[in-house]
Structure formats: structure tokens, C-alpha cells
């Protein structure tokens, strides 16, 4: 699905200005993101081996509060901050 | 070449044979990503049906549950040639399967998936009644028929599918189709059909390694999306303007689906151990990030 939207389709297009794709889909695309990591702290309590209040779930819960607020916010500034300190965090995790 | 050994360095006859059998399994699991994805990409020319949709879920799990089983199976593919190209029948199938439920997304025009749906019906239930009759088949000459009644069930489904027109009852057919799926998988986590037997065949090939291969598969799938992106975003540089934020988003998803496949290795256990969180796990992830 993130895939999918991110990238366009560029088939019989003219010119694609990729910021303005990008922000046409961003409340669709942080929706998915959010709905993807709520599940994500689901998951590992079914495969057993997870708890709930953990250091990584609460990075999940963050995460998907996060996704779920910046679909609503269009300020490119924020939107370039946002993904530099989510891609450092997941990096150095 | 009779006396040749059937482990080289540690490396077993069934795991070279079974690595060509994922990679093509594989191969049809991500024609229903790619799928799923040109429905997508092509949503302003689909008109959206819930009953094609969810025929395509189903025929994929049950794709998933083929590989789940195919674990017992593989043990036959090393005793002859003939046994590894029955047992790569299941693939071609499957792939006719996904070629009679996906259109053709280069032609122009609106895509009604009601009409697709129906009119391809005939030949899409006629190849899942053959993969049933095919896996029936198989399951008797290798007297793994642990789980018939379900085969028998699908191939009345499927032929009821095929010539039955009605639009009310194809709804009920799905319900069915749901149903069964559901109790399938059940049944089988609570170990009503699991047939005996160890975590590993011939101490050769485990089903942990079994089922590491098909997701690893799907996830590379996964992966190349992001590089054909880049490559279309590199073809077209011309018509499209660049956005570092864009970009970056691009490669954050990477990173996620890498970190995803990193720690997903501590679930491996009991995935292996549970069809239900094996469908979750492969799909869940892949589902978002594809």
C-alpha cells in the first residue's frame, strides 16, 4: 500500500511535481502508517514472546500517534524535519 | 551419480531442489501484490466490486496455506525428477489462477471488477476445481490426506462457482469460501489435521528454513518495488520534479521493511508452529509497506 502511493503512476502523465503527489496522499499514507504500527504492537504479543509495556512498544505507539498527527499538519518544513528524525531513530535502533 | 551424496557441505538435495520451487512460488504470490497494486495505481478507471476483492484475498491465503503444506511434500521432490515436476504443477496452476482474476491494466478504459469477475468466473472456478483435483491427486499418491474433506469442498465450490450466474449466490458462495478458509485454518492450528511428524524432514530441511524461504521471497518482492520506483523515477527524470522530502519518505520505507525483516526473526518459532500467525505475519507487514 505505501509503496503503491508514494510512488506514482508515471504512464501516460505529464509533468509530476513528486512534492505535490507526495502531499495529495499524505493523509492516506500517514493513515496507513498509523493503522501499521498500532497493529505492530499487536503482533508480537500474539507470536508470545512480547509484553505490552515495553520499550518498543511504546517507540510503536509514539510512532503511530506521530503518523496520525502529520497527516493533518502540510507544513513542508515539518514534513522535512519529521522524516530526517524518524529515519536517524529507526536507524539507530 | 547414483552414489552421489545427498548432503554437499552441509547442504541438502531437498533444499537445492525446494529454493527453485520457492523462487517460482514466490514469483506467484507477488503477481497478487502486483495486483493488488495496479488496482490501486488504477483506481480512477476501477470500479471497485467487494466480492472480486475478496476472491483475490482468499486465492491468495490459500496460496499461503499450499506452501504451508507443501512442507510435507517436499520430502518427495529429491526421490525422482518426475515426483519435482509434479510437485511444481502447483505453482503453474496457481499462476493461471492469478492470471484469470487480475486484468489487464494496459488497456484503456474504465474496469468494472463486477463484470471482470463474471465474466472470467468460468475460467478462474474451472482452474481452482484443478488445482483441487491436482492437489487431491497428489495428497493420495503420497497418502497425505489428512485434510480431503476440505478438497472435496472446494472442488464443489469452485464448480458451482463456474456455472451458477447469479449474483446472490455467488455472494453466498464467498460467504462459504470465508467460512471454510477460517475453519481450515483453525482446525489445523488446533491440531485437528496436523499430520505426524517432526519440525524437520530427514533432519535435512527444516519447516522454520521452509517457511523463511517463501517470506524472504515476498519481502525481496517487496524491496524491488521501492528499487523499480526509483528506476521509473530515474527513466522519467524529465516529466517529474524532484522532492527531497519524497525521496526521503522512499527511503525511510526501506529502512522500515529492512528493520521489520531484522527483528522478525524472533517470531519465527512460533509462526511455524501456528498457520494463522504465519498468515499474519507474512501478510500484516507486507500488506502496508508493498
Known amino acids: ?93 | 551419480m547414483e552414489d552421489f551424496p545427498d548432503i554437499i557441505k552441509g547442504y541438502s538435495k531437498v533444499e537445492y531442489l525446494i529454493t527453485f520451487g520457492a523462487i517460482i512460488f514466490g514469483f506467484v504470490a507477488a503477481e497478487y501484490f502486483n495486483g493488488w497494486g495496479q488496482l490501486w495505481r488504477n483506481r480512477k478507471r476501477v470500479k471497485f466490486s467487494w466480492i472480486y476483492f475478496a476472491y483475490t484475498v482468499i486465492a491468495f491465503f490459500v496460496l499461503v496455506v499450499v506452501w504451508w503444506n507443501f512442507w510435507l511434500q517436499s520430502q518427495y521432490i529429491e526421490k525422482s525428477i518426475i515426483h519435482f515436476h509434479l510437485l511444481l504443477g502447483y505453482p503453474v496452476i496457481y499462476y493461471l489462477i492469478s492470471v484469470f482474476l487480475f486484468p489487464d491494466f494496459s488497456s484503456y478504459g474504465l474496469i468494472d471488477l463486477s463484470n471482470f469477475f463474471f465474466r472470467q468466473k468460468k475460467k478462474f472456478f474451472l482452474a481452482v476445481a484443478l488445482f483441487f483435483v491436482f492437489d487431491s491427486f497428489n495428497a493420495m499418491a503420497y497418502g497425505d490426506d489428512f485434510d480431503g474433506g476440505f478438497r472435496v469442498i472446494g472442488i464443489v465450490i469452485s464448480l458451482c462457482g463456474a456455472f451458477i450466474d447469479n449474483t446472490n449466490f455467488h455472494k453466498f458462495l464467498l460467504a462459504v469460501s470465508v467460512l471454510a478458509v477460517i475453519i481450515y485454518v483453525v482446525a489445523l492450528d488446533l491440531g485437528y489435521m496436523v499430520p505426524e511428524g517432526s519440525d524437520t524432514l530427514n533432519n535435512q530441511y527444516s519447516k522454520v528454513e521452509h517457511l523463511t524461504v517463501f517470506i524472504s521471497l515476498l519481502y525481496g518482492f517487496v524491496a524491488a518495488e521501492f528499487f523499480m520506483g526509483w528506476g521509473s523515477m530515474i527513466r522519467n527524470s524529465k516529466k517529474i520534479q524532484f522532492s527531497w522530502i519524497h525521496f526521503l519518505w522512499s527511503i525511510f520505507l526501506l529502512a522500515l521493511l529492512i528493520d521489520i525483516w531484522w527483528s522478525g526473526r524472533t517470531q519465527l518459532e512460533f509462526i511455524s508452529s501456528h498457520l494463522s500467525a504465519f498468515l499474519l505475519f507474512l501478510a500484516i507487514p507486507l500488506f502496508f509497506i508493498c
Open chain 1, 1 to 93: 500500500m505505501l509503496t503503491v502511493i508514494l510512488f506514482p503512476n508515471l504512464i501516460d502523465r505529464e509533468i509530476i511535481v513528486l512534492y505535490e503527489h507526495f502531499n495529495s496522499n499524505m493523509l492516506l499514507f500517514f493513515t496507513i502508517m498509523s493503522i501499521y504500527f498500532a497493529l505492530s504492537i499487536l503482533l508480537p504479543l500474539i507470536g508470545g514472546e512480547g509484553v505490552l509495556l515495553s520499550n518498543e512498544n511504546g517507540f510503536r505507539l509514539f510512532g503511530s500517534i506521530l503518523a496520525l498527527a502529520s497527516a493533518f499538519i502540510k507544513k513542508k518544513w515539518y514534513h522535512g524535519v519529521l522524516v530526517i528524525s524518524v529515519s536517524k531513530k529507526t536507524h539507530l535502533n
